[in-house]
């Protein structure tokens, strides 16, 4: 059986109006900037399966039986969550390099940032 994916675009000005689009076979030029296609199961964009030919959020696929989906040795290492998001990346105007926190240091830093803030954190 072939499942097949539908994943998300993010659409941002530095994005290319032509990569994402091309590789995915949609039209192109795209009507806004394709800045990153994810792959997996981000609560701010999750991909979809194909199953059955009804299309399912791949989050709610993989909660539903994350053994089945992921397999026992990936579920006992990581837990029953996909444990990584595949971003392609298509950039057409400079970019800033990104460098993200190890989630030890994010914890750490959002704790220091929270404790010296005058107003109520919200969690990103």
């Known amino acids: 059986m072939t499942n097949l994916l539908?994943?998300?675009v993010k659409n941002y000005d530095w994005g290319s109006r032509t990569a994402i689009a091309t590789l995915t076979g949609r039209p192109s030029p795209a009507e806004r900037p394709e800045a990153e296609m994810w792959l997996g199961t981000h609560p701010s964009g999750?991909?979809?399966?194909?199953?059955?030919g009804t299309w399912h959020s791949l989050a709610e696929t993989v909660a539903a039986d994350p053994v089945a989906e992921l397999g026992k040795r990936t579920v006992e290492r990581f837990g029953s969550r996909l444990p990584y998001l595949?971003?392609?990346i298509a950039v057409d105007l400079p970019l800033s390099l990104q460098v993200h926190p190890s989630r030890q240091q994010a914890e750490e830093g959002y704790a220091t940032e929270a404790s010296t803030s005058t107003r109520s954190p919200s969690p990103s």
């Open 46 to 52: 999750s991909s979809s399966v194909l199953r059955r």
């Open 6 to 8: 539908r994943n998300p």
């Open 86 to 88: 595949l971003k392609l």
